[in-house]
């Protein structure tokens, strides 16, 4: 399990998805963009690992639910 850094703010989330953002529709990146705004409007801002898991569920078309079960499969939860 890889370790990603701590963040602090809405800018340094926006800034790891913008990293992400080729790999995506326009759509799911606006759709991520409003996820990770309403996280960090409860002062909680998604690290690289948390935004990884956002594009999973975008490129392979998994809910929620599946998306948990592969994170304790790797012992990420």
């Known amino acids: ?3 990603y850094p701590e963040v602090y703010s809405l800018e340094e989330s ?10 995506i529709t326009q759509d799911q990146y606006e759709q991520n ?5 309403n996280h960090a409007i409860e002062d909680i801002f998604l690290n690289e690992s948390d935004i990884i898991s956002l594009i999973e569920m975008d490129t392979e078309n998994l809910t929620a639910d599946e998306m948990i079960q592969r994170l304790r499969d790797k012992g990420e939860l």
């Open 14 to 23: 926006l800034a790891i998805l913008d990293k992400y953002k080729g790999q």
């Open 33 to 37: 963009v409003s996820i990770i705004g």
């Open 1 to 3: 399990m890889q370790k």
